[in-house]
């Protein structure tokens, strides 16, 4: 993705992420991601259905990075079934690892490409897939 | 003043945040180093000349900051880790022992976690209950709220001199006085007081107080515990072990050395005690009314101009410290940190581990900066123009 395009994904997911807002209910599962190293603090909840993720949504207070991270995460999770969320997940890590990833799976969270570059900025992008990997284990320890 | 006493700034970076902790002066670094270097042995312990003179250093500190603080004598004086250690050391050792199911124990919302988790701790062990002195519009602490909240069974006020985000100086000698007359307690977190303000316990008459060495020009790994001599008999000591003991043969044959030995068990922290000496003697020799009134003109000077950023939202204008906490509009504290950063320029962004004070600010987060006596008002102008540009901001705080 071009630089310039990036960070206005950014910026835009920054200023207006989706979903964000408390969502009480027993069918959406609740959880929370931090970093040790910085304020960032956010919840994320998630209702599953059979083997697919129908819904999340997320609040908190979180750096530009984290919480357009946060959004672009979203958008491209709902409606996905666990197997595919997995396999998107994987490339987004790699790709912030700098390994070999498929580019075609990750949309918008492309806009974070450039993200290994600034090593301390790393753990803001991966920071909502630390919790939905956390949800995830939990659903499937269920 | 006195910038080139600083190796630190030779640097490079603008240095605002000083309630973290503040830059060392050359004279303090030299002084631990001769301390390595030409008599490092242990203290209390040997029969030779290094080991003495160890010993007298040592000591010294303790009578300086015996007159640094206005304190009576130096026993009263124990010399801890810093101002956490010096905290736990009270309410463990002395208010543990002493408060009972249904006491209460007063502290603010703005008081450090340091200043607040060792309290509720012992709550929780003792049945005591913890309150809060409501604050005033400012968010400041006065006589009149805390009368709202003393009954007859309150034991003990802990609070801070000056918060670290509020940033507010409290009345201790009022608070003092009032609750002296009542028996109680008062405990003062002096961390962001005594670098900053003069300080005099025998004028306050404050029962403890706490502080640390790395605020107040002197070295990490330090603090103080002054204690009133007359309670001093009534703190347990936390650490029992060498040092700090005169005979042991048995368990119920433990005979403890005077105080203030009995709290400094094992070998402390040498180089950091002489050091800290060696930043008492540098701040008396700048002068401690200077440096106060230094700093509150240069937090007037940056309050003025950041006042007339529309984006801007400070949360302590009235405060009288060299603190001062803001936001910047819809953007996160962290990334103006971050966009700071990049031009050299240290602040510290986040909740400055004062968890409870979002309750009475409202936001969780913010940016702090926090000055010294050798910040500059071309420094603050630095800052103010990048904080001025908040489209520069947002294009480059990631
Ligand atoms: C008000 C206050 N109390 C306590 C502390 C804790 O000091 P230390 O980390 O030196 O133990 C600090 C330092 O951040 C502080 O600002």
Redesign the pocket.
């Given at each position: 993705m071009d630089k310039e395009l990036a960070r206005e994904v950014i910026l835009e997911n920054f200023q207006h992420p989706v979903n964000k807002s408390e969502v009480m209910g027993s069918d959406y599962q609740k959880v929370n991601t931090r970093n040790p190293n910085c304020i960032d603090n956010i919840d994320l909840y998630i209702k599953f259905n059979n083997d697919k993720i129908e819904d999340i949504h997320f609040l908190g207070e979180a750096c530009a990075i984290s919480t357009a991270s946060t959004s672009v995460m979203i958008k491209n999770l709902i409606g996905k079934t666990i197997k595919e969320a997995k396999e998107y997940i994987n490339n987004f890590y790699a790709m912030c690892d700098e390994e070999e990833y498929d580019d075609t799976l990750l949309k918008e969270g492309l806009a974070f490409q450039d993200i290994y570059k600034q090593s301390n900025r790393k753990h803001c992008a991966t920071l909502p897939y630390k919790g939905i990997l956390k949800a995830l284990e939990e659903y499937e320890n269920k | 003043m006195h910038r080139d006493d600083f190796p630190m700034l030779r640097q490079d970076i603008i240095y605002l945040d000083n309630?973290?902790t503040s830059l060392k002066p050359q004279c303090v670094i030299d002084k631990m180093t001769d301390y390595y270097e030409n008599y490092s042995a242990n203290a209390h312990r040997g029969d030779y000349d290094i080991s003495y003179k160890v010993d007298l250093e040592y000591e010294n500190t303790r009578d300086l900051v015996k007159d640094f603080i206005g304190a009576k004598r130096k026993e009263e004086i124990v010399f801890t880790s810093?101002?956490?250690?010096s905290l736990n050391l009270i309410v463990n050792g002395f208010f543990s022992g002493l408060l009972e199911a249904g006491d209460e124990i007063i502290l603010t919302k703005t008081e450090?976690a340091?200043?607040v988790m060792p309290w509720f701790r012992v709550a929780g062990e003792t049945g005591a209950i913890i309150k809060y002195i409501p604050l005033d519009d400012n968010n400041f602490v006065t006589l009149d709220n805390l009368k709202k909240v003393v009954t007859p069974k309150t034991k003990v006020i802990s609070l801070?001199e000056i918060?670290?985000v509020v940033g507010d100086i409290r009345p201790i000698k009022e608070i003092t006085k009032f609750a002296h007359e009542r028996d109680i307690f008062v405990v003062v977190?002096g961390?962001?007081s005594v670098p900053h303000i003069k300080t005099n316990v025998s004028d306050t008459d404050v029962d403890f107080l706490a502080f640390?060495a790395?605020?107040m020009c002197g070295p990490t790994g330090v603090?103080v515990l002054y204690a009133k001599y007359e309670l001093m008999q009534n703190i347990e000591p936390m650490n029992l072990g060498g040092g700090m003991n005169e005979s042991f043969d048995a368990p119920d044959k433990m005979v403890l050395k005077e105080v203030p030995t009995r709290f400094e068990a094992g070998t402390p922290n040498i180089s950091g005690v002489i050091g800290l000496g060696e930043a008492i003697k540098y701040l008396n020799k700048v002068g401690m009314d200077k440096i106060s009134a230094y700093e509150k003109n240069l937090r007037s000077y940056l309050i003025e101009k950041l006042v007339s950023i529309p984006h801007i939202d400070i949360l302590n204008i009235e405060a009288d410290s060299g603190i001062v906490a803001f936001n910047v509009d819809g953007l996160f504290s962290e990334d103006v940190a971050y966009y700071l950063n990049k031009y050299g320029i240290c602040v510290r962004a986040g909740s400055h581990?004062a968890k409870l004070t979002k309750d009475v600010l409202g936001v969780a987060n913010s940016i702090r900066v926090s000055l010294y006596f050798y910040n500059t008002e071309s420094e603050i102008d630095s800052l103010v123009e990048l904080l001025k540009d908040k489209d520069k901001i947002m294009k480059e705080m990631f």
């Open positions: - | 309630g973290a810093g101002t956490t250690d450090h340091s200043n801070a918060t670290n977190d961390a962001q640390s790395h605020k603090g581990c």
